[in-house]
């Protein structure tokens, strides 16, 4: 096995639907993450842009955008990779992002093969700690 400091540095791209906010508490962390709202670069702009946008920075995408991303990554097929994020495992309400950022962390501190240096999919799943409630 890799030792920790062979893996990639995951640096993340969050998508539209998530607030800055959660970018600023990843980052005051210590994880490399920007948000497209907190960009007036990014916001507005279609997910094509985005992707190529975060293969440039060498970031991974974060969304809950299946269909669209589907489509930008065929356009883009040299990304970093695009974690997707279901909706109701993930909701954006404060308990929903808090759980989102938790599993972000644990993906960014043990990552699958591939993700942040090849085109990886990766589906984002909450896997809760010791005593907390899933």
Do not use: K
């Not at 508490?25 to 960009?39: H, I, M």
């Not at 975060?54 to 356009?75: G, K, L, N, P, S």
């Not at 759980?99 to 990886?120: I, N």
């Amino acid at each position: 096995m890799p030792s920790r400091s062979r893996r990639p540095r995951i640096r993340f791209l969050l998508d539209e639907h998530y607030p800055d906010w959660l970018a600023a508490d990843l980052s005051a962390a210590g994880f490399d993450t920007r948000s497209v709202v907190g960009s007036a670069q990014l916001r507005g702009v279609d997910d094509q842009t985005v992707l190529a946008f975060a293969a440039a920075e060498r970031r991974i995408v974060v969304t809950e955008d299946v269909t669209t991303y589907t489509a930008a990554m065929a356009a883009v097929p040299q990304h970093c990779g695009v974690v997707f994020c279901h909706h109701a495992r993930f909701p954006r309400t404060r308990p929903g992002l808090a759980r989102l950022r938790a599993a972000l962390e644990a993906l960014a501190l043990d990552p699958p093969a591939g993700l942040g240096t090849e085109p990886t999919v990766w589906w984002l799943e909450h896997r809760p700690g010791p005593g907390t409630v899933g």
